[in-house]
């Protein structure tokens, strides 16, 4: 993050604490509403599957899980069944978990590790881990005037950026996470987070709730002293909080109260990252909050209209070798489970109550414009309004709201 951007984000933020605002309030003069029906309907659930579970960069997983030469993760949470395995030039690959034989899975384990050809455990072809290529069947000739060129795996766009892998879950789609994540890639990169962190811990949870209730609780802080006043709230002000959309994306900015002692100082020995907390946004269902030294992720996949599973991790600078270390980094990761639970099981008890129809819609304020804006991006995408080319064409809005 520049210089010129981090003041004028310090500056948004006294003025907010000034007139006691929750944060930033968007551009909308009233309140706006969303039906229900965006948390039950069936309909809706599989266009977003079809659309940004298949067409945008996802999080798969992270860098330091497969580490090594033949290490690989199987991914199930979308439409299509992943693998990304590490060749030996420390490369990544990623494919569909699908033999082309007959369809059966190549690998079955959620993690492992694999230094020779990939081989289906059906009938035994075998693969290249490095291209994909069909390397071998048994019995060839069973398989008259087969070319075993067009019998090769499906490969999938894979790339690893902060730590972190993201696949675009079809095939022929260009991946260039510079360019998608653009000024927060660039924000990232200033604040030292190119060179890939290490995951300390990890964890896969399941929700009785639509997806879209954990992108609105990560999206907006006016729940904070509520919600989250016996586990995280005091390290926060009430008020200040700054947001801005770059469509699809999204930054949070939450100042923490030691920030208010940076004003006393002249501006241009104001410090911004140590004093604040930074939640970044990636379309379609990734949050990454950011502090100094480590990094926690939050994934949200659906199963369906009612039912979602997390992949979370913390990754840091390097794995503790001291028991001080070691019970730092446990104090920040249930510091940040703490927090995320309670997200969660609002969630849930938010999905007990749509069925009784006591709402039609949902309404949200200027201090949730952020949640509107998320919903219509959402609408813009299943309609075929806005697309993963529309990011890449630069095609999208870069506002304060």
């Not at 604490?17 to 069936?42: C, F, H, L, P, W």
């Not at 501006?267 to 909050?289: A, G, H, M, R, S």
């Not at 369906?304 to 920040?332: A, R, Y």
Request: glycine share 6%; charged share 25%; hydrophobic share 30%.
């Amino acid at each position: 993050m520049n210089r010129e951007l981090e003041i004028s984000i310090l500056k948004r933020i006294i003025e907010n604490v000034n007139s006691r605002k929750v944060s930033d309030t968007g551009n909308q003069s009233e309140y706006s509403k969303i039906s229900v029906e965006a948390y039950t309907s069936r309909e809706k659930f599989i266009k977003e599957k079809n659309t940004l579970f298949k067409e945008f960069p996802l999080m798969v997983g992270f860098s330091s899980e497969i580490a090594n030469h033949g290490d690989y993760i199987a991914h199930d949470l979308t439409t299509t069944p992943i693998i990304v395995i590490r060749n030996k030039d420390m490369s990544l690959k990623a494919y569909i978990n699908a033999c082309r034989h007959r369809g059966a899975r190549m690998l079955d384990e959620v993690q492992g590790n694999c230094k020779g050809n990939l081989k289906c455990p059906f009938h035994g072809w075998s693969y290249s881990p490095k291209n994909g290529d069909l390397r071998g069947l048994p019995n060839p000739e069973g398989f008259p005037c087969i070319n075993k060129k067009d019998f090769g795996l499906i490969s999938l766009p894979v790339e690893e950026c902060f730590g972190m892998i993201y696949v675009i879950p079809t095939p022929g789609k260009e991946l260039d996470l510079k360019s998608h994540l653009g000024e927060i890639y660039d924000n990232l990169m200033s604040y030292g987070y190119d060179e890939n962190k290490v995951l300390y811990k990890s964890k896969i949870h399941h929700r009785d709730m639509n997806w879209k209730f954990s992108i609105e609780a990560n999206s907006e802080n006016y729940h904070f002293p509520y919600l989250h006043k016996e586990s995280s709230a005091d390290n926060f002000l009430s008020f200040g909080s700054v947001f801005d959309y770059l469509k699809p994306h999204a930054r949070l900015i939450a100042p923490q109260e030691k920030i208010l002692k940076e004003y006393d100082k002249d501006e241009k020995d104001w410090e911004l990252q140590n004093n604040v907390t930074i939640i970044y946004f990636i379309f379609p269902n990734t949050f990454y909050l950011t502090g100094t030294g480590f990094g926690h992720v939050l994934s949200v996949y659906p199963k369906d209209e009612k039912h979602c599973t997390f992949i979370s991790g913390t990754l840091v600078d390097d794995l503790p070798h001291t028991e001080k270390n070691k019970m730092f980094w446990e104090q920040q990761y249930n510091y940040y489970w703490g927090a995320l639970y309670e997200d969660m099981e609002i969630g849930e008890s938010i999905q007990t109550t749509i069925e009784s129809e006591a709402n039609t819609h949902f309404v949200y304020g200027t201090y949730e414009d952020l949640l509107y804006k998320f919903h219509k991006t959402v609408e813009e995408v299943i309609n075929g309004e806005y697309s993963l080319e529309d990011v890449k064409n630069n095609i999208h809005e870069s506002l304060t709201v």
